[in-house]
Structures are given as C-alpha cells and as structure tokens.
C-alpha cells in the first residue's frame, strides 16, 4: 500500500444517502465495507466526519442564531455521526475507539494524541469527533489537524464529486479535472478544495490532500494503493 496511515475526512452529508436529513443506515453499512478493505490491508486508519447531515453552525448563524452556539451543535451533531460510524465499523468486524475534542466522557474517550497513536499502532479505527473544539473551525480543519498531529501520510477527502475542477462539474458542463495540482497552483487557481484555514494548515505542513469520490465502491482502496483517483494536492 502507497499509504500505512491514512486520515479519512467524510462529510455528514455523506452519511444521508437518498435522504434529506439524518443518517442513512445502508450509506454507513456500503462505508465500513469500504473502510474494511483497507483496514485488511494493514493500513492505519484515522477519522473525522463532519455533522452537515444534521446541523451546521453557519446555517444556523444566518437564520439568526448566535454562532458559537450554532457551531457547538455542529459539534455535538459530528459526535452523533461518529458514534453511528463507530457502530457501523464494528458490526463489520473492526476494532474503533472514538475520541472526542470536547469532553462528554460516558459516551467518548477524550481526544489524546498519544492515546490516538497508539491505538492505531494497535489497528484500531480511530474516530475523532467534535471538530477541533472550538467555534469557528470547520471539520476540514479538524481533519487536517489531527492528521498533521497523529502524522498521517495523506488526507483523504471523500466527497460525492470525483476530484477538482477547473468550474463547478454541477454547474458547468465544460469543466475538467486535475488529476495533480500543487498549493501553489490551488491557490493561484483560486480552486474550492477547503476552506482557507483547512488548507494553509495542510501546506504548511506538507501534508497531501486526495479528493476523490467516496460512493464508488473500490476508490478508497485504490486511492490506498496509490492509484491515480481523483485530484492529488501535493507540494
Ligand atoms: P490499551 O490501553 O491500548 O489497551 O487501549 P484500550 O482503549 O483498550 O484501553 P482502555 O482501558 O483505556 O479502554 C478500554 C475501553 O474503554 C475502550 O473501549 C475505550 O474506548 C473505553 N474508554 C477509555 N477511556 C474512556 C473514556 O474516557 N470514556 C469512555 N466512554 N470510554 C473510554
């Protein structure tokens, strides 16, 4: 395998499926299968979902709601999703710990970096939840974060489009991928991979990201075994 530990960043809109709010229990299931490829390969795998699928703090901030707050729910909706995935992982057979950037203890490990090491050393699957803790910070940035802290060789940006594109791919019929791009090229580009904090966390720590389309099955595993999948951000 191209890659021995992986951080994995799924959105929660993933987590719907056909549906328009909430978890959809056959998307997980079709998830931890493809989780269960790589784990069987070896490959350490971390976590980080996000919680779009039931509550988005920005969301709420625009219809009034103060943001901090909003954002707090945001955080407790991706500790929702990552006890359904923590559920999903384990009716398929793989060991997980999740762990939590904000203390609810009954229900989560805390978040410690040497705790999150050593049980991916051990094969466990890691999931982290509550975004980095705080207010403000997407769970792009969480993701990037804990990658760079746990020291994953890439983070892996499954999304339902296949990569980046020259323009929106929904919105304009005459749009390309890139298979390669630098920071640099992102920038200059001025391309949507992450928000702008998610993104300069990732350069300046030289760490990789891949989109690529998580609902094809088999991705995951050849994006694993370094096949050309989707778009590479690289320096
Ligand atoms: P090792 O030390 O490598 O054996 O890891 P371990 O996670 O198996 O050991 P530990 O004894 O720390 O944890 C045993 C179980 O309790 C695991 O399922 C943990 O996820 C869980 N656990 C540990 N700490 C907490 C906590 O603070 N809250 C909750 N809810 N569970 C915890």
Same mark, same amino acid.
């Given at each position: 395998?191209?890659?021995?530990?992986?951080?994995?960043?799924?959105?929660?809109?993933?987590?719907?499926?056909?549906?328009?709010?909430?978890?959809?229990?056959?998307?997980?299931?079709?998830?931890?299968?493809?989780?269960?490829?790589?784990?069987?390969?070896?490959?350490?795998? *971390?976590? $980080? @979902?996000?919680? %779009?699928?039931?509550?988005? +703090?920005?969301?709420? /901030?625009?219809?009034?709601? !103060?943001?901090?707050?909003?954002?707090?729910?945001?955080?407790?909706?991706?500790?929702?999703?990552?006890?359904?995935?923590?559920?999903?992982?384990?009716?398929?057979?793989?060991?997980?710990?999740?762990?939590?950037?904000?203390?609810?203890?009954?229900?989560?490990?805390?978040?410690?970096?040497?705790?999150?090491?050593?049980?991916?050393?051990?094969?466990?699957?890691?999931?982290?939840?509550?975004?980095?803790?705080?207010?403000?910070?997407?769970?792009?940035?969480?993701?990037?974060?804990?990658?760079?802290?746990?020291? *994953?060789? $890439? @983070?892996?940006? %499954?999304?339902?489009?296949? +990569?980046?594109?020259? /323009?929106?791919?929904?919105? !304009?019929?005459?749009?390309?991928?890139?298979?390669?791009?630098?920071?640099?090229?992102?920038?200059?580009?001025?391309?949507?991979?992450?928000?702008?904090?998610?993104?300069?966390?990732?350069?300046?720590?030289?760490?990789?990201?891949?989109?690529?389309?998580?609902?094809?099955?088999?991705?995951?595993?050849?994006?694993?075994?370094?096949?050309?999948?989707?778009?590479?951000?690289?320096?």
């Amino acid at each position: 395998m191209k890659y021995n530990r992986i951080l994995l960043k799924l959105s929660g809109e993933a987590l719907m499926g056909e549906r328009q709010y909430g978890i959809d229990p056959q998307r997980l299931a079709e998830y931890a299968q493809e989780i269960k490829q790589i784990h069987d390969k070896g490959v350490q795998i *971390a976590i $980080v @979902i996000g919680g %779009g699928n039931i509550f988005r +703090g920005l969301a709420g /901030a625009s219809n009034g709601m !103060d943001r901090v707050q909003g954002d707090y729910m945001g955080m407790l909706a991706t500790v929702i999703n990552g006890m359904a995935l923590q559920g999903a992982l384990e009716d398929a057979g793989m060991q997980t710990r999740l762990q939590t950037a904000l203390e609810i203890k009954a229900i989560a490990e805390p978040y410690i970096k040497r705790k999150a090491v050593r049980h991916l050393e051990k094969g466990r699957i890691v999931i982290f939840g509550a975004g980095t803790g705080n207010p403000y910070f997407t769970t792009d940035t969480a993701a990037v974060l804990r990658g760079v802290e746990v020291e *994953a060789d $890439v @983070i892996l940006k %499954g999304t339902r489009v296949d +990569g980046i594109y020259t /323009a929106d791919p929904e919105k !304009d019929l005459t749009a390309t991928k890139y298979d390669t791009l630098t920071f640099e090229d992102v920038l200059k580009k001025g391309l949507n991979v992450m928000d702008t904090t998610a993104f300069t966390l990732s350069q300046e720590n030289a760490l990789p990201i891949i989109v690529f389309d998580m609902n094809k099955p088999g991705n995951l595993v050849k994006v694993c075994e370094g096949e050309l999948v989707g778009t590479t951000v690289n320096v």
